[in-house]
């Protein structure tokens, strides 16, 4: 069967000179966006990434003003680990954020991934179905190119048709069995920040920079990505330098 292409999403890539320059800038432009939402519907939605990469961003977040009883938290994926797992995205995002901030708790949505993938799945699914359109959704990437937990040569729900929620077995980044929004789930979002730093992740971003089908390029909202990089993960890109 053909490779299909991912779909044409417009996508501005932005270089930092070091992942703390990134860092203090994207917390800035979250708590920007935070800021416009709040104003215009009366509450900030946004879904909070995995792995290692944005706790710096959370914990320059928590140190800014915001008017944190109106945000509504949501997760792009959790791993399949018990509750108060230290290597669930929810936990890193609790002591890095969300331990500091008043953000009332019925608004945070945390994945039940203690439940399994599937049970989990399902019911996160009902729960961010009825969410509306996310103002802004954070992510990272893999260095196969995966995102959240939507990893290569899998499907990566982003037909219309498309569940909210995936359940993931068999994933190649440990835990296997982990729970993700689908592509077409995060790509309903006003805004999409991907958040790639490190030498580390050079070869995924370059794949994507030549237009490659990987999962992160399947992510695509109305108005395009953002897709934030420090010097060693561009390495050399052809995007201006900040
Ligand atoms: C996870 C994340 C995953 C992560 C990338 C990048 O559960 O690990 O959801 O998608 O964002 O693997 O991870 P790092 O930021 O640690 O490089």
């Given at each position: 069967m053909p490779m299909r292409r991912a779909a044409a999403v417009t996508t501005r890539w932005h270089v930092y000179a070091s992942a703390e320059a990134l860092a203090d800038r994207a917390a800035q432009v979250v708590i920007r966006c935070a800021s416009e939402a709040t104003a215009q519907r009366g509450a900030f939605s946004l879904v909070l990434a995995g792995g290692s990469t944005p706790r710096a961003v959370y914990e320059r977040l928590r140190r800014l003003p915001a008017d944190w009883r109106r945000w509504e938290v949501w997760f792009g994926d959790e791993r399949c680990?018990?509750?108060?797992?230290?290597?669930r995205n929810d936990v890193m995002a609790h002591d890095a954020l969300l331990a500091h901030?008043?953000?009332?708790?019925?608004?945070v949505h945390r994945v039940p991934a203690q439940d399994g993938a599937k049970a989990a799945a399902t019911a996160y699914g009902a729960a961010v179905g009825a969410a509306?359109?996310?103002d802004l959704v954070l992510l990272g990437l893999g260095?196969?190119?995966?995102t959240a937990s939507l990893f290569?040569?899998?499907?990566?729900?982003?037909?219309?048709?498309?569940?909210a929620a995936l359940a993931v077995g068999?994933?190649?980044?440990?835990?296997a069995e982990r729970v993700s929004l689908s592509a077409r789930r995060l790509a309903d979002a006003r805004q999409v920040m991907f958040l790639v730093t490190g030498r580390a992740k050079t070869d995924a971003v370059r794949a994507w920079h030549r237009g490659g089908d990987i999962p992160a390029a399947r992510i695509a909202p109305p108005g395009g990505v953002d897709v934030w990089l420090d010097a060693p993960a561009a390495d050399g890109l052809c995007a201006g330098r900040r």
């Open positions: 680990l018990p509750d108060g797992d230290a290597q901030v008043p953000i009332p708790a019925q608004r509306g359109r996310f260095e196969d190119g995966h290569p040569g899998r499907p990566v729900g982003d037909e219309p048709d498309a569940a068999g994933a190649p980044k440990p835990p």
